[in-house]
């Protein structure tokens, strides 16, 4: 079974510009969790989607966002760029987020100059 | 607020030489605590579930136990492969599905 895949894998964007990551799912999980990665805060929650439907929220700005898509593939959008939010961003699935475990993709490593 | 507090930071190991990493939470409710490796530029790799005080598991050379406030993860006779920084995390049954995550210990095991 093929595991969690994040595209790109590395982006170098300049302030004020935005960015669309992407991540597929395990096949057959519907919940789709982001995180990011960072050495001086480590892993912290920014989002999780279920079914289209966006159900839990961290502690992030509006410019952070995401959605979904009926096959549970899923996005997630950084509108105007700060140094601040260079960081490695990790998505992980599992089967529904309840009791279940979450598998990371590999990450897209994000650079902001 | 759910906390997590890992420890050591970092460890270094000979090859061979046991040793246990500390992970402490304070949550309002425990649905979960899970233990995962991570290697550097990768993805955590999922090691271990936890649910309730008393439960232990093994994979190999680990073994993670769960008291009410602590987790532990026993390294024996660890190789140099097993070097990579090991995450901590809890998932609040009051919180949804996000997982809180401790920010690591980071393992090396010198051959």
């Known amino acids: 079974k093929a595991g969690v895949t994040q595209t790109p894998r590395y982006l170098i964007k300049t302030r004020g510009q935005q960015v669309t990551l992407s991540c597929s799912p395990i096949?057959?999980?519907?919940?789709v969790s982001w995180y990011q990665q960072t050495p001086g805060q480590g892993l912290q929650f920014l989002f999780e989607?279920?079914?289209?439907?966006?159900?839990n929220k961290g502690n992030f700005p509006g410019r952070f966002s995401g959605r979904q898509f009926s096959n549970s593939r899923s996005e997630m959008n950084v509108s105007t760029l700060e140094l601040g939010d260079s960081a490695l961003y990790l998505c992980?699935?599992?089967?529904?987020?309840?009791?279940?475990?979450?598998?990371f993709g590999p990450g897209t490593r994000l650079t902001v100059l | 607020e759910d906390q997590v507090t890992q420890s050591p930071e970092a460890l270094r190991l000979q090859e061979g030489e046991s040793s246990s990493l500390n992970c402490s939470y304070t949550?309002?409710?425990?649905?979960?605590l899970f233990w995962y490796r991570q290697d550097p530029g990768k993805g955590p790799e999922f090691l271990f579930t936890?649910?309730?005080a008393g439960e232990e598991k093994e994979k190999e050379r680990l073994k993670a136990t769960l008291t009410k406030k602590e987790s532990f993860l026993h390294i024996t006779a660890p190789k140099p492969e097993d070097s990579a920084t090991y995450l901590c995390?809890?998932?609040?049954?009051?919180?949804?599905?996000?997982?809180?995550f401790g920010s690591g210990t980071q393992l090396t095991v010198l051959p």
């Open positions: 096949s057959g999980h519907r919940s």
């Open positions: 989607y279920f079914s289209e439907t966006q159900r």
């Open positions: 936890l649910y309730s």
């Open positions: 995390a809890v998932q609040d049954s009051g919180s949804a599905r996000q997982l809180t």
């Open positions: 949550v309002s409710g425990l649905r979960g």
């Open positions: 992980a699935s599992s089967l529904d987020g309840q009791y279940n475990e979450q598998f």
